[in-house]
């Protein structure tokens, strides 16, 4: 296990709701980063965090939206929701931001299943 | 554009054959190479790879880096059942910040 935790496990929903998924990083790491995993793919970097401030953003829509506290953990939000969103979100943790390549260590993730 | 591919898509073998698993990559910017293995969800770390021609062996696994070529691969040896799983190839992207730009995956099926 890697000490990041997400929560909930599933959930559904139906098109145009707002859904919140929560990370908690593992102890002494003060990034986290959110992917997007649909079926059959590879997960997709949405964004980034990095002492309570976005650090990065993918090709993600505005309706993407995030925050990090000061304990570390983060959000995901996501407004307006659409069937492609239906997907596995996963947050990963590390130690370091910009200029280090540390290993990223994710959590179980959230499948999100939007009807 | 900044892209990972992965080779084969699927795979299906016995117990005890040898696979490959290939990645190759164009990335700017490229500061590692890491390998994950997902069976359920979250993805577990395998290697991180920053050296060329520098192999990383852990029990049946190793894999190696050719930076000169853009490609690494992912050895198992001796399957086993347990090994059936997907496996992701991710680069390290770092531009002002640092973002895995993974691969679609490689799925293994090992059968008995």
């Known amino acids: 296990e890697t000490g990041v935790t997400q929560s909930p496990t599933h959930l559904i929903k139906t098109r145009g709701q707002q859904v919140t998924l929560r990370c908690s990083s593992q102890?002494?790491?003060?990034?986290v980063s959110w992917y997007q995993q649909a079926l059959g793919q590879g997960p997709q970097f949405i964004f980034q965090?990095?002492?309570?401030?976005?650090?990065g953003r993918g090709n993600f829509p505005p309706r993407f939206s995030g925050l990090q506290f000061p304990n570390y953990s983060s959000e995901l939000n996501v407004n307006a929701l659409e069937l492609d969103d239906s997907a596995l979100y996963l947050c990963?943790?590390?130690?370091?931001?910009?200029?280090?390549?540390?290993?990223?260590?994710f959590g179980p993730g959230t499948r999100l299943t939007v009807l | 554009e900044d892209k990972v591919v992965q080779s084969p898509l699927s795979l299906v073998v016995h117990e005890g054959d040898t696979v490959t698993l290939n990645c190759s990559y164009e990335v700017t910017n490229f500061r590692s190479l890491l390998w994950y293995k997902q069976e359920k969800k979250a993805p577990t770390f395998l290697f991180m790879l920053?050296?060329?021609?520098i192999e990383k062996k852990s029990g049946r696994l190793s894999s190696i880096l050719d930076k000169k070529e853009l490609f690494s691969i992912l050895n198992i040896t001796a399957t086993q059942t347990g090994d059936s799983a997907i496996y992701l190839c991710a680069v390290w992207f770092s531009g002002g910040y640092n973002k895995l730009i993974f691969g679609a995956g490689t799925r293994l099926a090992v059968h008995p």
């Open positions: 920053t050296s060329s021609g």
């Open positions: 990963a943790s590390s130690s370091l931001a910009g200029g280090s390549a540390d290993t990223q260590y």
């Open positions: 965090y990095y002492r309570e401030e976005e650090n």
């Open positions: 102890s002494g790491h003060n990034t």
